[in-house]
């Protein structure tokens, strides 16, 4: 399965998240979904949109997963959405099955960090006013100049 | 006649988000010379050569970047045809 | 909402505490789900039942969820599931939303872990070999004699 | 003739899980005196007198406790009518 999708990660899409890690010896299911919101760096975004060096950006979460499932006894599942993403929907979703809940909330914060620092995707973010910025986590306004 | 460690090379460059705005350009295959001095071309060879193109002065100096799907330091010494990828600050999650 | 429930807590029942949860400003949900596991304390498990002092223990979760919500600026929403469970079927999620990443998991670990030491909340599993027991996290064995 | 802390009261008492099992009786209404020399009765006098029933000899001396929805030390004074609950170990979540 991808990790990259266009398709909106819903409910159902969660669903199969889940699914794919759950297991009858695995008791704890830790999970995390970045949402969009409405606002960043004191503004108010209208939508945004998700871009990748995609060939790169699977490999990496594909790395990321695995080196998740060396570190803990556990089962990790990652989708991340790319295009164009409305207010509220869901552009990341992390989800680590295991027997006890410690390892599963540890892989589970610890992908989403590192998801954050090596995989390739950027985000462009449109304001109430009108304008458009490429958002830069290194940079102190938050978004490129 | 060829040499193992050619001082130019061909290369495919990929430029994404704020970069591949800043060169009005997502990918080009560039014709990369060595620096002044070495025999080998690195991938430093290719920020330079793109930040002497319009638009590019605006690239750092060092920005992050892959060589065939890989983040590799600057110094990274490439072969004819290597994919290199400028990667401007990452925003996923 | 109570929090204590008889029904499943499947994919549409998630899908209700996260919707509850979530907000234009929230741009992190962390969840945990705990399931009901196939091995205990060394036994292999079939089914369990949960039992609970119901009034107090909807009182202690409601607690439990304000506090949450007092000590980070997040919103919580808490099921547990009563009654007769299956392997792999979710005895308890825990949600937890938040403007950022940090709140939303700090409350979702703080929450699971309230539930399991203030909640009265009784589980009694049955095991391949015929036997039954009391979970007991108290005692070295992991149930009651 | 009342006093304002009778030496004996009636309590609602609720038993769960191992403890119901033990005492044969998940709620009773029990008729608790206060411990001798003490002009009040206490959780630890329901215990007591849960302990000296048939089965109740297995219950702990100091089981954790709720007294009207709220767990409570097993010290705790109480009044006529009061809901006590034997709580065994929880196992919740």
């Known amino acids: 399965m ?45 939508r945004l949109e998700y871009s990748a060096y995609a060939p790169m950006a699977e490999v990496v979460c594909a790395e990321i997963v695995a080196e998740a499932e060396g570190r803990w006894p556990a ?8 295009g164009p993403l409305a207010i509220g929907e869901t552009a990341v979703a992390v989800v680590a099955a295991a027997a006890h809940r410690e390892a599963a909330f540890a892989a ?38 | 006649m060829t040499t193992s460690i050619p001082a130019v090379l061909t290369v495919r460059v990929l430029l994404f988000a704020r970069y591949a705005e800043l060169l009005g350009c997502e990918r080009l295959d560039l014709r990369v010379p060595a620096a002044r001095g070495a ?47 400028l990667l401007p600050p990452l925003a996923g999650g």
Chains 1, 3 share one sequence.
């Open chain 2, 39 to 85: 025999g080998r071309v690195t991938a430093a060879d290719v920020v330079a050569a793109l930040r002497a193109r319009p638009g590019g002065e605006r690239l750092p100096a060092r920005p992050l970047l892959a060589v065939n799907l890989r983040q590799q330091p600057l110094e990274t010494v490439l072969a004819e045809g290597d994919e290199v990828a």
């Open chain 1, 75 to 82: 089962a990790v599942a990652l989708a991340h959405r790319l």
């Open chain 1, 108 to 145: 589970c914060r610890w992908v989403i960090e590192e998801v954050k620092r090596r995989v390739p995707i950027w985000k462009r973010e449109f304001y109430a006013d009108g304008t458009v910025a490429w958002v830069d986590p290194t940079a102190a306004a938050g978004v490129s100049p």
């Open chain 1, 2 to 46: 991808p990790h990259l999708t266009d398709a909106p990660i819903d409910a159902t899409a969660l669903a199969t998240l889940l699914a794919a890690v759950a297991a009858p010896d695995r008791g704890g299911i830790a999970t995390f979904l970045g949402l969009v919101r409405d606002h960043h760096a004191g503004r108010v975004v209208l």
